[in-house]
């Protein structure tokens, strides 16, 4: 009945709509959470009688930045309300109802409306990501707002004990906000060419890793060979050293946990793999960089049309580029494994899928050669035999 219905502005009205804000922010959450991790494919709802054929036309990013902003602006005023006196649940109630009429489900329906074939998947669930953080860290600061007419205590206020306290939560809910609100003022293609760089970085690393490793190797034979003695296997010397009393247990996981270098023999020939391994991913690190310039900075405008080609082809590629990075990490744990089979199959692995990435890119966006079409056919034959 009417009667029994909380009235808006006293404090049990507060308490049901706090109760109605986090049950809707939990249910935005979860999908939010799916579409970050690819696992939600909807699309935008195909124009009716209660869809307007206009907000088909609604820019993703943008809806996401209006939204965000909003949120912003209103967790600020309802993190004042919570802390200063006098504790108006009326004033509250009016922030919440704001919140939940527009900029919540703003967010959801930016993401919704951030479809895979127009802006790419790895754009449609960066943005699920950040707008997914934005509503969580805004459902903590709900969750905190007082119901017994008074405002936070200076311990929920400040926060105690590595708790976070309220003034805290909403600095982080302006930083997640932020992100969202710089994520459309950085656009589609910077935001794919940041992402290409770090899987670049994260090869160099790598490179630099089997580099570091192979020169300690061959300090430690010149060393070996100015002490003309030849080097033990460690493996074999901790064994040996079973019976010794002078060798403690701490002395033998030390010995064990030594990094392993090439043999001196390498009758598997782990030096002429890991030579070929060090040409073919600078060559790769190149390819990585030759995709920014040649590819990712001439990106045709992104939102693209339904029909165009340039979305799916992204998201074949960036997830080449990703997987690259795993790959190449378990190039190099097989050689500090010395293992030549392993290395062998996950060299072939990760080169095939270099091939496969330039092949990918090797037309321009419109029309069929330019200049880094000449330069990926180089590419292709040197990463198929290095120099």
């Known amino acids: 009945m009417a009667g029994t219905q909380p009235v808006p502005g006293t404090l049990k009205g507060l308490e049901t709509l706090v109760q109605t804000s986090i049950s809707l922010i939990k249910q935005f959450e979860e999908v939010l959470n799916q579409a970050a991790r690819g696992q939600l494919t909807t699309t935008p709802p195909s124009p009716t009688s209660d869809t307007p054929p206009q907000s088909q036309s609604i820019d993703a990013l943008s809806l996401?930045?209006?939204?965000?902003?909003?949120?912003?602006?209103?967790?600020?005023?309802?993190?004042?309300l919570i802390i200063n006196k006098p504790f108006?649940?009326?004033?509250?109630?009016?922030?919440?109802?704001?919140?939940?009429?527009?900029?919540?489900?703003?967010?959801?329906?930016?993401?919704?409306l951030c479809a895979a074939d127009r802006y790419t998947s790895t754009v449609r669930e960066d943005l699920a990501w950040r707008c997914h953080r934005v509503l969580k860290e805004l459902r903590g600061l709900i969750e905190v707002i007082p119901l017994d007419g008074?405002?936070?205590?200076?311990?929920?206020?400040?926060?105690?004990?590595?708790?976070?306290?309220s003034l805290t939560v909403t600095g982080v809910i302006w930083a997640a906000c932020d992100d969202v609100i710089q994520l459309q003022?950085?656009?589609?293609?910077?935001?794919?060419?940041?992402?290409?760089?770090?899987?670049?970085?994260?090869?160099?690393?790598?490179?630099?890793?089997?580099?570091?490793?192979?020169?300690?190797?061959?300090?430690r034979g010149d060393d070996d060979d100015e002490d003309g003695e030849e080097?033990?296997?460690?493996?074999?010397?901790?064994?040996?050293?079973?019976?010794?009393?002078h060798l403690s247990a701490q002395d033998m996981v030390d010995d064990l946990m030594n990094t392993r270098h090439i043999p001196r023999n390498d009758s598997d020939k782990i030096g002429e793999r890991l030579e070929a391994c060090?040409?073919?991913?600078?060559?790769?690190?190149?390819?990585?960089?030759?995709?920014v310039k040649r590819r990712l900075k001439v990106l045709p405008l992104l939102p693209a049309s339904e029909s165009s080609p340039v979305p799916r082809r992204?998201?074949?590629?960036?997830?080449?580029?990703?997987?690259?990075?795993?790959?190449?990490?378990?190039?190099?744990?097989?050689?500090?494994?010395?293992?030549?089979?392993?290395?062998?199959?996950?060299?072939?692995?990760?080169?095939?899928?270099?091939?496969?990435?330039?092949?990918?890119l090797v037309k321009p966006w419109d029309g069929e050669r330019d200049e880094f079409t000449d330069w990926v056919q180089k590419f292709q034959v040197s990463i198929k035999k290095p120099e």
């Open 314 to 360: 992204l998201d074949e590629v960036l997830a080449i580029l990703k997987r690259l990075t795993d790959r190449f990490n378990e190039v190099a744990c097989a050689f500090y494994d010395l293992e030549p089979d392993a290395i062998d199959q996950s060299m072939d692995a990760c080169f095939f899928d270099a091939f496969a990435a330039s092949e990918m």
């Open 231 to 245: 080097p033990e296997d460690e493996v074999e010397y901790v064994t040996n050293q079973l019976d010794t009393t």
């Open 150 to 165: 008074n405002i936070l205590s200076p311990e929920k206020r400040d926060g105690v004990k590595g708790d976070k306290g």
């Open 64 to 80: 996401a930045h209006d939204s965000a902003s909003l949120i912003r602006a209103h967790s600020t005023k309802l993190s004042l």
């Open 278 to 291: 060090l040409k073919r991913l600078r060559l790769t690190t190149l390819l990585y960089a030759a995709i």
């Open 185 to 219: 003022k950085f656009g589609v293609a910077n935001l794919l060419i940041k992402k290409v760089q770090q899987y670049r970085d994260t090869l160099q690393d790598v490179l630099d890793e089997l580099k570091e490793w192979k020169e300690e190797g061959e300090q």
């Open 88 to 112: 108006t649940p009326s004033a509250v109630v009016k922030v919440l109802q704001e919140l939940v009429a527009g900029p919540i489900p703003g967010l959801a329906s930016a993401v919704q």
